[in-house]
């Protein structure tokens, strides 16, 4: 359109007039080992100390909540196979939504991309933000409750420096995960001995099953799935590499006694603070790929898929991201989020997988570096239904208002992007905020590695959609 080839040529008069680099490119700066930390880092983060509570209370008892763990964690790994071929078949950055976008169309994909800027990534970050500070101040408030007050700002200046972080540098914020993930590995390695030396110091009696699995009211099935709802929030992350697909050196490589309990009742904050500034830092790095990929597929603003010319991070989505996580701060209570985050993640993890089986269907023939039997995303899709279902029969209510916040994306799709013919006033207003953009936070378009493109072409017949502005 006219609004985006004029976009274009003020993007060249900004790298002529700047000085800016013909070719900007994201970098390929995420070797194995940072790929590896970003995933531990997001699934170690805050959810492992938050979580348990609501297992506990909708299984019933120590026995049954262990075994919701040991079924969700065998669950996700079934899952995570099948990202893992999506993320090699599919070798864009965006996760689910650019699966779903490519394999079932725009609506669907901007669906997941509508729920997850709105409250899924922006409230997970503002609760890992919230773990974190009240555990750093919990020496400084040892017998009360840190203050609201004192949280709010704690998190906010978290999130704040670690957005510059990521604004600043790839490198650099990938080296804050490897370090805070080696870290919060060695405060897990603590956490399991200590409670192994318990064990074998002979206490163990709540673990015995006459003890372990004795109900005071026995959990309905619903009860029991809005467990499994709970610990889903604790093993989310393992699909986070696949937002930044394009960032990955080589992605087909991943495939392949009383003293002491006091010491770590001293260490334990310290452990958690450790785990949840590693999670904030990994959710903020992959969730600004997200709003990247979003809007060079038009979805977005084209702001958002714009990056620096000097650093090649994506500056806009990243401040959208730092932006919406201090709005849900400043909201009040988070927690209690947690269940439609929770309900909302889940149910885009079943579309996306169910994305791979129609693609098998669609492209039979198409070259696939990593090829899942068939009975792992059936398993996991049959586990998805009755856990959603039963789910939705238990709270309908938190469910229904889940669904809600999704289905509100349909109106913003076809006002924003499938209408087209738009008043002009509107597309000068874009442009206009584009180029202001462009001049504050010295972003330009990206350009896209052509050996790369042909590549992909020859193996999908994928065709790259140009970004403009809404």
Not at 306 to 332: D, E, Q, R, S, W
Not at 408 to 421: E, I, N
Request: aromatic residues 12%.
């Amino acid at each position: 359109c006219t609004g985006h080839v004029q976009s274009m040529m003020k993007d060249s008069d900004l790298k002529r007039d700047s000085g800016i680099p013909e070719r900007v490119t994201l970098k390929k700066e995420i070797g194995l080992l940072s790929a590896c930390t970003i995933i531990i880092g997001n699934i170690i983060g805050s959810g492992i100390f938050i979580s348990p509570k609501g297992v506990l209370e909708h299984s019933g008892s120590v026995g049954l909540a262990l075994v919701v763990w040991v079924l969700g964690g065998g669950i996700a790994a079934l899952g995570s196979l099948c990202y893992a071929e999506l993320g090699v078949t599919i070798p864009k950055s965006g996760g689910d939504y650019s699966y779903v976008t490519e394999i079932f169309g725009g609506l669907m994909g901007f669906l997941l991309l509508w729920s997850a800027v709105l409250i899924m990534y922006p409230t997970t970050l503002a609760v890992i933000a919230l773990t974190f500070s009240n555990y750093v101040l919990q020496p400084v408030f040892p017998h009360c409750v840190p203050p609201y007050i004192a949280t709010r700002m704690l998190s906010t200046i978290c999130i704040l420096f670690l957005t510059w972080v990521n604004c600043y540098s790839v490198r650099l914020a990938t080296r804050i995960q490897d370090t805070f993930t080696v870290g919060k590995l060695l405060a897990l390695g603590l956490i399991i001995t200590v409670g192994l030396v318990q064990i074998f110091g002979g206490n163990y009696e709540s673990l015995t099953p006459q003890v372990a699995f004795m109900f005071n009211k026995a959990p309905s099935i619903g009860q029991i799935a809005l467990a499994f709802l709970h610990a889903s929030f604790a093993f989310s992350g393992w699909n986070f590499l696949n937002y930044v697909t394009e960032e990955v050196v080589d992605p087909r490589r991943l495939t392949f006694g009383e003293k002491l309990l006091g010491m770590f009742s001293t260490l334990m904050p310290i452990s958690v603070a450790l785990s949840t500034f590693g999670g904030i830092n990994g959710y903020l790095f992959t969730s600004s790929r997200l709003c990247f990929s979003g809007a060079r597929e038009g979805h977005l603003p084209s702001l958002l898929a714009m990056i620096h010319f000097k650093h090649c991070t994506p500056i806009p989505a990243l401040l959208v991201c730092c932006t919406a996580t201090i709005v849900i701060l400043c909201i009040g209570e988070t927690h209690s989020l947690i269940n439609y985050v929770s309900f909302i993640n889940y149910l885009s993890y079943g579309v996306t997988i169910a994305s791979l089986l129609y693609y098998r269907w669609k492209k039979p023939n198409l070259y696939r570096p990593i090829k899942v039997s068939l009975l792992v995303p059936v398993c996991y899709l049959l586990f998805w239904a009755l856990l959603l279902g039963f789910s939705l029969h238990s709270d309908p209510l938190v469910c229904g208002v889940g669904l809600v916040i999704m289905l509100t994306g349909v109106p913003v799709y076809f006002l924003g992007v499938y209408w087209k013919d738009k008043p002009k006033c509107i597309y000068d207003f874009t442009e206009w905020a584009t180029y202001l953009g462009q001049r504050v936070f010295f972003v330009v378009y990206p350009q896209i590695d052509p050996i790369e493109v042909a590549e992909w072409t020859d193996r999908s017949s994928f065709t790259s959609k140009a970004s403009g502005p809404l």
